[in-house]
């Protein structure tokens, strides 16, 4: 039997407990509402996102399907598309021309810094029909699919200048899903190409190739990409002596965006837009370099002549850059050696270029 001091101190430590319980509760309660709060607030963006891109393709009276809870354009083969190819058709062409100015517009021009923020990437999928299930068959459609994805993408890059078309480019990613989604039997509406958004909200992980730590400063870790390019900016274009090298500064107005260098070797009797999987270091892909990161990194899907058609149409004319030469911008320096060009930034990462590939410093 409990006498009145050890009951009382039992009243008391039950008393402490339930206390604790009943903060706990209320933490919780207040992070849920938190987070509700934020959810609401990525879905009402993401609507406004849909709504308008919906709008203006809608205006500009361009056919496409849009899912309105995604925001997926599904575009037919029948319009980009022969049977069984992974090249574009005159229509695919003209329409590519017709509908992509007015998706980069609505992005880069129509959206708030804010909203654009919540739009990490565009997937370009292509998708294939399931013709019978074999292995067979999974790799035929596979490979189709990516090509056409790829094909999409490469034809982009090649358009004429249109305005933010460098942060355009730069969002887009190729990606082949075969007859993976495809319906059972064969239905010419799994032959299509899709540009999907992929929101911030959606990466919850990240890689580690991806970010980039500053141990230095002690601050937050920033993507190797952080933001969008801006529109407005020059650019200072310069290749080597045998034309076999070209390279670019970008050099944005806005001083919270670094300079960058991107490089890539010239080669005119072949053009084959790298695999996504191994980026694998050849002849077509470019290299880019940003000042303020430890970090480079290759850019499979940007090659070849894309980056000259970018620059040409955003400088009068290139500098040729001589054997031993220098030039500089922001905090890159780039020279040109008797075989190749290096490419220094003022963190003493770099990376040199030559008709042989790339070698970059870590």
């Known amino acids: 039997m409990l006498d009145e001091n050890e009951f009382s101190e039992h009243e008391s430590e ?16 207040i992070f849920l509402v938190m987070c509700m ?25 361009i056919p496409v399907e849009i899912d309105p809870k995604t925001g997926d354009i599904s575009i037919a083969e029948s319009i980009l598309f022969p049977y069984a190819s992974a090249q574009l058709s005159p229509q695919g062409q003209y329409f590519l021309e017709e509908f992509i100015p007015v998706y980069s517009k609505v992005l880069f021009n129509d959206l708030s810094p804010e909203q654009l923020e919540q739009v990490s990437r565009i997937v370009v999928e292509g998708h294939g029909s399931r013709d019978n299930n074999t292995s067979a068959d999974y790799a035929k ?3 189709l699919s990516l090509n056409r994805a790829n094909a999409v993408v490469q034809y982009v890059n090649n358009m004429q200048y249109f305005p ?107 053009f084959n837009l790298p695999r996504l999987t191994d980026c694998p270091v050849q002849k077509n892909v470019s290299f880019t370099l940003w000042d303020d990161i430890a970090e480079t990194q290759i850019r499979c899907n940007v090659a070849d002549k894309v980056e000259q058609t970018i620059f040409a149409n955003r400088n009068n004319k290139q500098q040729v850059l001589g054997y031993g030469e220098k030039i500089k911008a922001g905090g890159i320096e780039c020279w040109s050696r008797g075989i ?8 003493g990462k770099s990376f040199s270029i030559d008709g042989n590939g790339i070698n970059r410093t870590q």
């Open 141 to 143: 459609n596979m490979t």
């Open 340 to 347: 190749g060009m290096t490419c220094t930034n003022s963190k």
């Open 37 to 61: 709060i934020i959810m609401t607030n990525q879905d009402r963006t993401r609507v406004l996102i849909i709504q308008s891109v919906e709008k203006a393709m809608k205006e500009q009276g």
């Open 14 to 29: 039950s008393s402490t407990w339930i206390a604790l319980a009943d903060l706990m509760t209320g933490l919780m309660a």
């Open 164 to 270: 933010a078309k460098l942060p355009f480019l730069l969002k887009l990613t190729p990606v082949g899903r075969g007859n993976i989604d495809a319906k059972d039997y064969d239905d010419a509406s799994d032959r299509k190409v899709v540009f999907k958004f992929q929101f911030a909200s959606e990466l919850f992980n990240t890689t580690k190739d991806e970010l980039v730590h500053s141990e230095k400063n002690n601050t937050k870790s920033t993507s190797i990409f952080p933001k969008p390019l801006p529109v407005s900016g020059t650019v200072r274009t310069f290749h080597s002596p045998a034309e076999s090298i070209f390279c670019g500064f970008f050099i944005p107005s806005d001083e919270n965006i670094p300079t960058s260098v991107r490089c890539y070797i010239r080669d005119e009797y072949k």
